[in-house]
């Protein structure tokens, strides 16, 4: 009778200081589901940038006709450089001031 008492009570305190064993997974998907909610809330900023989220293709490659957002001079100059080779940036974009 006391073996049998005494499994039992071996038995009990394993299980308690073991747990589920789940708590790590669990902290993992709580984790990764705030970060794919905070993904998807959106940028916000307000009315003051909703002009300049609002890209204006305002550079036109003259040659090939190609549009870009004001804000991307760097591609555009990309551009001329690698599919018009033989023409500068100006030629290309004659309306950035670069």
Same mark, same amino acid.
């Given at each position: ?16 200081? *073991? ?8 902290? #993992?998907? /709580? $984790? /990764? ?16 940038? *909703? $002009?300049? /989220? ?10 090939? *006709?190609?549009? +870009?957002?004001? #804000?991307? !001079?760097?591609?555009?100059? $990309? ?9 500068? +940036?100006? !030629?290309?974009?004659? *309306?950035?001031?670069?």
């Amino acid at each position: 009778q006391a073996s049998a008492a005494f499994s039992s009570l071996q038995a009990s305190s394993v299980w308690s200081i *073991m747990g589920g064993g789940n708590g790590q997974k669990a902290a #993992t998907a /709580r $984790a /990764r589901n705030q970060a794919k909610a905070d993904a998807e809330k959106g940028g916000g900023g307000g009315k003051e940038g *909703m $002009a300049k /989220r609002q890209a204006q293709m305002d550079l036109k490659c003259s040659v090939c *006709m190609q549009c +870009f957002p004001s #804000t991307q !001079t760097k591609a555009a100059q $990309a551009h001329a450089e690698s599919k018009h080779p033989k023409s500068d +940036f100006a !030629t290309c974009f004659p *309306m950035a001031s670069a």
